[in-house]
């Protein structure tokens, strides 16, 4: 049974920083594509970051500098820290598994990031 566990959601104020947990069991974040997708209010699901299992990364242009994404591997949790929040990252951050292998793919439940003064 796959599951996708996040965390780290929350108010926080312009300028500030978050981490997201996502943790994983009945799969490997190791051998899956691991992404992080946000919907912000009044706008469609997008790709915030990626990361492969052979540890490529890849951004949203407005995220890149401020949001990393990593896995520890041992833990078999993917991480999305993001730093220097704005207004506009306010959004349900949801994580999600990929496997190259399969095909198959999960969902997290989402958690909520309101940044707001």
């Known amino acids: 049974q796959v599951q996708l566990v996040e965390s780290g959601g929350g108010l926080v104020q312009p300028g500030g920083s978050l981490r997201l947990s996502c943790a994983a069991s009945?799969?490997?974040?190791?051998?899956?594509?691991m992404r992080w997708y946000r919907r912000a209010p009044g706008k469609e699901r997008e790709l915030v970051a990626s990361i492969t299992n052979a540890g490529s990364t890849i951004y949203e242009d407005s995220v890149k500098g401020r949001f990393t994404i990593s896995r520890d591997n041992a833990k078999n949790t993917v991480y999305l820290q993001m730093n220097s929040l704005k207004a506009e990252d306010t959004a349900v951050y949801y994580c999600?598994?990929?496997?190259?292998?399969?095909?198959?793919?999960?969902w997290g439940q989402g958690t909520q990031v309101t940044v707001s003064s």
């Open positions: 999600r598994a990929w496997s190259p292998f399969t095909g198959n793919f999960a």
């Open positions: 009945g799969i490997s974040v190791s051998t899956n594509v």
